[in-house]
């Protein structure tokens, strides 16, 4: 009997040479490193070197972040990944009334440059990559990273790494928005064309799939949702004036990889010849870096369990193992604890140890594209496309993605998609290995990592001290300035980044732009 797919696509029990039938290798395939980038963005793939290993880290305080992180460069990590807390990520400071009871719990609280220069000291930010969850407020944390690598002697041109900065997926799936999206892609296009010209090695966006996968989304609404967020960021910075082939190449994405190894190795390799056709025949890019669709992967968060933790491991090892037979550029590995609480030490280095076996250990690395051929992999592989295509082809009929997501289609399908999952996992038919079957009478204890709620109380006395401190009249002068370049046409980021080195806050710099922009209010009207 045949199964379906998370997609609610067929599986076939046997698959033969008719799957293929009328199949045209040339055009769905090409070779590793060439259009249409089925079987990979580079040439060689893992046979030279592996992915980046990247841990997603940041906790508490930035003493305590940059301890960690440093832990994690003296085992191995060759990429660093700063979670920053819900204050942060919304814009506000930790002794904003709105923080209270959220600071430092869900990543590092980042108030002002000061907190910037504790979470890298000491870390050379010439030989580390560093990647930044943070979104609607991105390009702030950007700009104190240059300003602490500036502070080190290092040039802007020397820094590498990734912001997040995927505003559009926080409308449909996430929640950390702060301002409308025209305003938002407005920011998102200034970023663009000041890392163009000021630190041209950074990756400027990272469209991100994996939050709405968190939230229910199919393999298929995964990328489907995902690339026509891109082709919107695509189009606002073509409308800015931009050339296509002056900032696609530092495009990046972000996606999930689920245990179901199959699907998920298709899901990446129709990802990749979409966007290749998408770039290539819509946006006339010539520089074939402009169509290849680099991604970071992390291993399925919402598929880790509380009950029988230890079980995780074997989860996030399949799906480490989904994410490198797809063709990933860098992988998270989750820990086996985080459906409890923040990582332990000993469990973020094993989540690391599984992607230095899965490198070093196995041969999957020896060869590049694996399952290029494969009668069930390339019938997948069509299907999974077809069903994105006819996904972004409703959102193009609904005027595009930031149309749909103010009529909420995106969101109303993701949850649709959810409650799909929910019902199968409460029948029992979707296992879930420790939950609805094979469970244990009793659990055995286990002891998480847990933060300390003077961290808050401890930010606030930092805040009066920098605030005391500080010239109050050049961040006056700085924040007007700001508001001065956000009423008009001018790059905000400059003015910004003056009035972070006048040690002006988060809270300060996104409040001044909230009295421009004003904030958004979502709507259920789908």
């Keep these: 009997m045949a199964r379906e797919s998370e997609s609610g696509l067929p599986i076939e029990p046997v698959y033969g040479p008719d799957a293929l039938s009328g199949w045209d290798a040339d055009e769905k395939l090409g070779e590793p490193g060439s259009y249409p980038f089925t ?22 305080t930035a003493v305590e972040s940059n301890a960690r992180y440093k832990q994690l460069i003296a085992n191995g990590t060759m990429g660093l990944s700063v979670a920053f ?71 802007a041109d020397k820094l590498t790494g990734t912001i997040q900065n995927d505003v559009l997926k926080e409308y449909i799936a996430r929640g950390t928005y702060i301002f409308p999206p025209k305003p938002s892609l407005r920011l998102i296009a200034d970023i663009f064309k000041y890392c163009k010209a000021e630190i041209p090695k950074w990756n400027t966006i990272s469209i991100s799939g994996y939050h709405m996968a968190e939230a229910g989304a199919s393999p298929a609404q995964e990328i489907a949702f995902t690339l026509a967020d891109g082709i919107e960021y695509v189009r606002t910075a073509v409308a800015a004036g931009m050339d296509v082939d002056d900032f696609a190449p530092r495009l990046s994405f972000f996606f999930v990889a689920r245990t179901t190894i199959l699907e998920e190795v298709a899901k990446f390799r129709a990802a990749r010849r979409i966007w290749a056709r ?25 598929q880790l369990t509380a009950q029988q933790p230890e079980v995780n491991l074997v989860r996030v090892a399949v799906q480490g193992l989904a994410a490198v037979l797809g063709g990933t550029q860098s992988l998270h590995t989750n820990s086996f604890d985080e459906a409890i609480a923040l990582p332990t030490d000993k469990s973020a280095r094993l989540a690391l140890r599984t992607q230095q076996v899965l490198a070093y250990e196995t041969d999957v690395t020896a060869t590049v594209d694996p399952f290029a051929g494969s009668y069930v992999i390339e019938k997948m592989t069509d299907e ?39 019902q199968e996992t409460d029948s029992g038919e ?31 006395e930092r805040l009066a001290e920098l605030r005391a401190g ?11 300035e700001l ?23 988060v809270g300060e710099v996104c409040n001044a732009l909230r009295e421009v922009w004003g904030t958004y209010v979502p709507t259920d009207a789908f």
């Design 85 to 155: 807390d819900l204050p942060t990520q919304m814009g506000h400071d930790s002794d904003a009334p709105i923080a209270h009871g959220e600071v430092g719990k869900v990543g590092v609280a980042i108030d002002s440059i000061d907190d910037m220069r504790v979470l890298f000291g000491g870390i050379p930010l010439d030989k580390v990559s560093t990647s930044m969850t943070i979104n609607a407020p991105a390009a702030l944390l950007l700009l104190l990273y240059q300003l602490v690598g500036e502070e080190q002697g290092v040039p």
């Design 384 to 422: 999974v496309e077809a069903a994105a295509l006819e996904l972004m082809t409703k959102v193009e009929d609904l005027g595009g993605a930031v149309n749909a997501i103010e009529r909420g289609f995106q969101k109303s399908e993701i949850e649709r998609s959810a409650y799909r999952i929910a």
């Design 39 to 60: 079987r990979g963005v580079y040439p060689t793939m893992y046979t030279g070197r592996p992915w980046t290993m990247r841990q997603y880290a940041g906790f508490g």
């Design 483 to 505: 508001k001065k370049a956000a009423e008009g046409t001018d790059n905000v980021l400059y003015p910004m980044k003056d009035a972070l080195k006048a040690r002006a806050t």
């Design 278 to 302: 998408v770039m290539r025949d819509e946006f006339g890019a010539k520089n074939p870096k402009s169509m290849m669709l680099r991604f970071h992967t992390q291993t399925a968060g919402v």
């Design 430 to 460: 979707r296992v879930v290995v420790g939950v609805n079957r094979y469970t244990l009478k009793e659990e055995e204890p286990y002891e998480p990592l847990r933060v300390d709620p003077a961290i808050e109380a401890q930010q606030a």
């Design 470 to 480: 500080r010239d109050q009249a050049a961040v006056d002068a700085a924040l007007v």
